[in-house]
T-cell receptor
Framework: GENVEQHPSTLSVQEGDSAVIKCTYS??????FPWYKQELGKRPQLIID?????GEKKDQRIAVTLNKTAKHFSLHITETQPEDSAVYFC????????????FGTGTRLLVSP | DSGVTQTPKHLITATGQRVTLRCSPR?????VYWYQQSLDQGLQFLIQ???????AKGNILERFSAQQFPDLHSELNLSSLELGDSALYFC?????????????FGQGTRLTVV
């Protein structure tokens, strides 16, 4: 089955810096890659996603890139702010008739003022 | 607010007991999913329903069961509870349940088994 690895497990940056979180997946049939942000004790919140027919997607300060050949995808956050501090999860879903998200282990991002 | 409603928010129960967690999907969504989040296992997919029918199963224990009702709300039943079942249980919903549709999570139910 699908396996998703996520790095780093923790990331500390200064406000205004960029942050990059990387994930690799194992199932070449995966076609959907969402990113979720989770604040302590709260629900995972979808922040951006990318489908396998697209190499890059951007939404204001966040962007996601996908390399299908290497089977990895990355989240880029520019001009980080303290409110970006949270745990970020990547996930992958195979191209079947249903969705079964396999999540990475999460990255705790800390943005210091 | 994602529009997905879960009740209760917190639940404390004893080992061996049975509990029911409830989820109402976003208006218009036909598919619901259940996920378990624990410190040692991370976010794990349990089960998916689409329009009342089970569509996919993940790492769901035999002691756990779920269903989706005609009004599209879903319930997750956990029985013979063990200490290790303590976790956050999330429900998510999406429009079609297809592999590449956006899924939105509810606030979760925090289950503590003592």
């Amino acid at each position: 089955g699908e396996n998703v690895e996520q790095h780093p497990s923790t990331l500390s940056v200064q406000e205004g810096d960029s942050a990059v979180i990387k994930c690799t997946y194992s199932d070449s049939a995966s076609n959907y890659f969402p990113w979720y942000k989770q604040e302590l004790g709260k629900r995972p919140q979808l922040i951006i996603d990318i489908r396998s027919n697209v190499g890059e997607k951007k939404d204001q300060r966040i962007a996601v890139t996908l390399n299908k050949t290497a089977k990895h995808f990355s989240l880029h956050i520019t001009e980080t702010q303290p409110e970006d501090s949270a745990v970020y999860f990547c996930a992958a879903s195979a191209a079947t008739g249903f969705q079964k998200l396999v999540f990475g282990t999460g990255t705790r991002l800390l943005v210091s003022p | 607010d994602s529009g997905v409603t879960q009740t209760p928010k917190h639940l404390i129960t004893a080992t061996g007991q049975r509990v029911t967690l409830r989820c109402s999907p976003r208006s218009g969504d036909l598919s619901v999913y259940w996920y378990q989040q624990s410190l040692d296992q991370g976010l794990q997919f349990l089960i998916q329903y689409y329009n009342g029918e089970e569509r996919a199963k993940g790492n769901i224990l035999e002691r756990f069961s779920a269903q989706q009702f005609p009004d599209l709300h879903s319930e997750l039943n956990l029985s013979s509870l063990e200490l290790g079942d303590s976790a956050l249980y999330f429900c998510a919903s999406s429009l079609t349940g297809g592999s590449d549709t956006e899924a939105f999570f509810g606030q979760g139910t925090r289950l503590t088994v003592v």
